[in-house]
């Protein structure tokens, strides 16, 4: 069965402190890659996603991901976390229209 | 303005008691899901619908029903409500390029 992994429960940093967010998912085809964040009391937002193409994929807010395919792994990048992002961050991945896979989450707290 | 919206956003109720959960979206989608998220276990599918008519079950079906008779709309019925189905839901709608558009949740406590 497929699966995602999120190794990071709960990641504590500074304000300014480079982020990654790790995800690894098992699955051998063709998948869709996702970045949500979920803010305190709100509902899940897109972040990022990869679909095809260059690996290194931009989303809002200053992030980052980088699909490296060879390691089933789409992890989440921002060179310098901001109070505001504190959240709980999922990855998720899509094998097809409906079924889409979601990690456990990561919580973040950035410490001002 | 695209949106999902679900409806009540918190309930308290007690064991047996059946309740909905409405779900609408605005944007024409055809497909749209229902996700309960629970702590340490992400969120998981319970039901979704490729269109009108058309449901299937998701990972954790067991205690829900779903309806879509019209494409905006997909209500999670709980029949009989138990206290493991207290939890935090999510219904989504699924856009053209596979993305999820999620509604704002709604807090499930059942006594």
């Known amino acids: 069965a497929q699966s995602v992994s999120q190794h990071n429960h709960h990641v504590i940093l500074s304000e300014a402190a480079s982020l990654e967010l790790g995800c690894n998912y098992s699955?051998?085809?063709?998948?869709?890659l996702f970045w949500y964040v979920q803010y305190p009391g709100q509902h899940l937002q897109l972040l990022l996603k990869?679909?095809?193409?260059?690996?290194l994929v931009k989303g809002i807010k200053g992030f980052e991901a980088e699909f490296i395919k060879s390691k089933f792994s789409f992890n989440l990048r921002k060179p310098s976390v901001q109070w505001s992002d504190t959240a709980e961050y999922f990855c998720?991945?899509?094998?097809?229209?409906?079924?889409?896979?979601f990690g456990t989450g990561t919580r973040l707290t950035v410490i001002p | 303005e695209a949106q999902v919206t679900q409806n009540p956003r918190y309930l308290i109720t007690v064991t047996g008691k059946k309740l909905t959960v409405t779900c609408s979206q605005n944007?024409?989608?055809?497909?749209m899901s229902w996700y309960r998220q629970d702590p340490g276990l992400g969120l998981r599918q319970i039901y979704y619908?490729?269109?009108?008519?058309?449901?299937d079950k998701g990972d954790v079906p067991e205690g829900y029903k779903v309806s879509r008779k019209e494409k905006r709309n997909f209500p999670l019925i709980l029949e009989s409500p138990s206290p493991n189905q207290t939890s935090l839901y999510f219904c989504a709608s699924i856009g053209l390029y596979n993305e999820q558009f999620f509604g704002p949740g709604t807090r499930l406590t059942v006594l």
């Open positions: 944007m024409n989608h055809e497909y």
């Open positions: 619908s490729m269109n009108v008519e058309v449901t």
């Open positions: 998720a991945v899509q094998t097809g229209a409906n079924n889409l896979f």
């Open positions: 699955y051998g085809g063709t998948v869709n």
């Open positions: 990869y679909f095809s193409g260059d690996p």
